[in-house]
T-cell receptor, first 111, second 112 residues
Framework: NAGVTQTPKFRVLKTGQSMTLLCAQD?????MYWYRQDPGMGLRLIHY???????AKGEVPDGYNVSRLKKQNFLLGLESAAPSQTSVYFC??????????FGSGTRLTVV | RKEVEQDPGPFNVPEGATVAFNCTYSNSASQSFFWYRQDCRKEPKLLMSVYSSGNEDGRFTAQLNRASQYISLLIRDSKLSDSATYLC?????????????FGKGTTLSVSS
C-alpha cells in the first residue's frame, strides 16, 4: 500500500517549457488536491477534484490545468512555466470524513 | 489570506515544557478541524482531528471554541522530536465540493 505517490520528485524547467506532475493514490479516495507551498505563504490550494471526471479551481489556479480521467490519478499541468511557479507541489487525497494523506512532494525550479 | 490565522512563532521551549498554539478561522460553517505537523522539507502529516469541543491524544490536546472561532493545540512535556511546524486546517465548502484551507503554520523548537 503506497498511499499517495508523486512523480517526479525533482524537476528543473526553463521558462516557457511545459510539464505534467502525476499524483497517484491506491486508497480508493474520492477527493484529490494539488497544493503549492512557498516560504512564508503556507500551503495554497491550486485545483482539486471531488471525483473521477470532475475538477474545481482553488485559491491560485492561474497557470495550471488539471485532469482526473481515472479515480486514482490526478494530473497537474504547467503549459508555459514561469519563474513564479518555482515551488514545492504537494498532492493529497482523502475520503469524506478524514484528513488528508499527502504525497512526498515535487520540488520544481523554473529558471 | 484571512481564512485561517496562526501565530508564526517561532516558539522556543525547553524539553518538558508545556506549549500552546492558537488558530482563528473565519468560516463559521466549518464543522471539523485538523492539526497537521510538518517537518522541514517533508509533507504535512495529520496530527489530530477536532470534531466537537476537543480531542486528546497522549501529550497532545486540541480544543475548539466555536463561539469565538478558534482552535488550540496544547503540547505537554515537550520532546526534542516535537520540533516542527504545526498547521491549523479548516474545511472550506462551496458548490464544487470541500477543500481544506491551511494556516501558514506555527514553528516550534524544543531544546535540551
Amino acid at each position: 500500500n503506497a498511499g499517495v505517490t508523486q512523480t517526479p520528485k525533482f524537476r528543473v524547467l526553463k521558462t516557457g517549457q511545459s510539464m505534467t506532475l502525476l499524483c497517484a493514490q491506491d486508497m480508493n479516495h474520492e477527493y484529490m488536491y494539488w497544493y503549492r507551498q512557498d516560504p512564508g505563504m503556507g500551503l495554497r490550494l491550486i485545483h482539486y477534484s471531488v471525483g473521477e471526471g470532475t475538477t474545481a479551481k482553488g485559491e491560485v489556479p492561474d497557470g495550471y490545468n488539471v485532469s482526473r480521467l481515472k479515480k486514482q490519478n490526478f494530473l497537474l499541468g504547467l503549459e508555459s512555466a514561469a519563474p513564479s511557479q518555482t515551488s514545492v507541489y504537494f498532492c493529497a487525497s482523502r475520503t469524506s470524513n478524514y484528513g488528508y494523506t499527502f504525497g512526498s512532494g515535487t520540488r520544481l525550479t523554473v529558471v | 489570506r484571512k481564512e485561517v490565522e496562526q501565530d508564526p512563532g517561532p516558539f522556543n521551549v525547553p524539553e518538558g515544557a508545556t506549549v500552546a498554539f492558537n488558530c482563528t478561522y473565519s468560516n463559521s460553517a466549518s464543522q471539523s478541524f485538523f492539526w497537521y505537523r510538518q517537518d522541514c522539507r517533508k509533507e504535512p502529516k495529520l496530527l489530530m482531528s477536532v470534531y466537537s469541543s476537543g480531542n486528546e491524544d497522549g501529550r497532545f490536546t486540541a480544543q475548539l471554541n466555536r463561539a469565538s472561532q478558534y482552535i488550540s493545540l496544547l503540547i505537554r512535556d515537550s520532546k526534542l522530536s516535537d520540533s516542527a511546524t504545526y498547521l491549523c486546517v479548516v474545511p472550506y465548502a462551496n458548490q464544487a465540493g470541500t477543500a481544506l484551507i491551511f494556516g501558514k503554520g506555527t514553528t516550534l523548537s524544543v531544546s535540551s
